[in-house]
């Protein structure tokens, strides 16, 4: 493990592995870096690549307030670290996070995204507008099972039964673990809507990725941001979830990232 300090101080823990041209790994909610070892260990013979855990999170620190501005720099520290330009991976709301590093000016020189979430046309629900307020009182109160739950329902989309039923799944305390990051994602995500002004500024060539087995909307979602970016493309992996596999998105990053 090694870390980068941020430009407010906070030191950012990363894992790098392999040679090549740098790839750094963004994750999403209740993730943190063992999310993309697998995915790293399937690029690391043909990149070099940063997985590192977002703040607040694994040996991360969590420097307050937080913004979403700090959460920009800690990626543009592991850029410095790889000597100032690289490629990068966004998973689900770490796709989000890293639209808004590259929208922002980051030496992003390709961007990848599995699933960034935003909600176009026909839909799901949208989250409370107060919601980053909601789990944060959650969290200071120590409810933190709670915040997890509320995320779990309004903004993943899972059913409440089967939240419930997940309550004393082998997982739920490293999910509890993460709950004060929620506040974090629900403040990067806002009411899902597609920031089609503000993605005309990524100047990277973008790829955003889909699974095919997944609800309509996140279809939906990747071709709008390839649609709204000035150089976007969009792909299909045919039978994937949400999850990410290896095997199945390995070769497209490769393909993409190395041409």
Partial sequence: MKTAVSSDG???AFDQTGDGPPVI???GA???RSTGAPLAKALES???V????RRGRGASGDTQPYAVEREVEDLDALIQEVGGAARVFGYSSGGNLALEAAAGGLNITKLALYEAPFFVGDSPPRPPQDGAAQLAKLVASGRRGEAVELFQTRWVGIPEEVVAQMRHAPF???LEATAHTLVYEATILGDFTLPTARLKKVKAPTLAVYGGANPPFMGNAAKAVAKAVPEGQV???DGQ???IVPEALAPVLVEFFGS
């Fill in 10 to 12: 906070t030191k950012i």
């Fill in 25 to 27: 790994l963004v994750v």
């Fill in 30 to 32: 209740f993730n943190d």
């Fill in 46 to 48: 043909e990149f070099t």
């Fill in 50 to 53: 940063l997985n590192y855990d």
């Fill in 172 to 174: 739920r305390p490293a």
């Fill in 235 to 237: 792909r299909a992996l």
């Fill in 241 to 243: 979830t949400h999850d």
